[in-house]
């Protein structure tokens, strides 16, 4: 298939492929006689996997570690008696994500928890001050008191 191609399954534009040529996450492709880059099922799964894991938090770097990661396990030979420094590290970049998302997950929940009171504050009957005012002025208060 052709980069348009390639795209457009993928959901990614052109300069897209491109820049994960440039970065390495995506090997160069074979070239048709026009000069024409040509890609096999694999490309896709792979730029997939790409955006599927920047959709997640990842960082390319650290998608790049994934990828060799994943081929230095892909290349072991199963069952394991002990885990290989190459797994552990999968393992240790999973930990390391949902670190982050369980602390992004606390904030939103905090979050949710604020707006919810703010929206009962205001949806109240009568409303005598800004909640968000008060609020500051109550943690100012407090700040000045410690």
Same mark, same amino acid.
């Given at each position: 298939?052709?980069?348009?191609?390639?795209?457009?399954?993928?959901?990614?534009?052109?300069?897209?492929?491109? #820049?994960? $040529?440039? %970065?390495?996450?995506?090997?160069?492709?074979?070239?048709? =006689?026009?000069?024409?880059? /040509?890609?096999?099922?694999? =490309?896709?799964?792979?730029?997939?996997? *790409?955006?599927?894991?920047?959709?997640?938090? #990842?960082?390319?770097?650290? *998608?790049?570690?994934? #990828?060799?990661?994943?081929?230095?396990?892909?290349?072991?030979? #199963?069952?394991?008696?002990?885990?290989?420094? $190459?797994?552990?590290?999968?393992?240790?970049?999973?930990?390391?994500?949902? =670190?982050?998302?369980?602390?992004?997950?606390?904030?939103? %929940?905090?979050?949710?928890? %604020?707006?919810?009171?703010?929206?009962?504050?205001?949806?109240?009957?009568?409303?005598?001050? /800004?909640?968000?005012?008060?609020?500051?002025? =109550?943690?100012?208060?407090? %700040?000045?008191?410690?």
């Amino acid at each position: 298939m052709h980069i348009g191609e390639l795209a457009r399954k993928a959901a990614v534009n052109i300069q897209t492929i491109r #820049f994960y $040529e440039r %970065q390495g996450l995506l090997p160069a492709p074979a070239r048709n =006689d026009s000069g024409y880059r /040509c890609y096999d099922p694999s =490309d896709l799964e792979r730029v997939s996997f *790409i955006r599927r894991n920047q959709e997640l938090g #990842f960082t390319l770097a650290e *998608i790049r570690q994934l #990828f060799e990661l994943h081929q230095a396990v892909a290349a072991m030979s #199963f069952p394991l008696r002990r885990k290989p420094s $190459e797994l552990r590290g999968i393992i240790a970049i999973g930990h390391e994500r949902l =670190d982050a998302i369980n602390q992004k997950v606390r904030t939103l %929940q905090t979050m949710r928890r %604020q707006l919810r009171t703010l929206l009962r504050h205001l949806e109240a009957p009568t409303v005598a001050t /800004c909640p968000a005012a008060s609020r500051r002025t =109550d943690s100012h208060n407090l %700040q000045k008191s410690s």
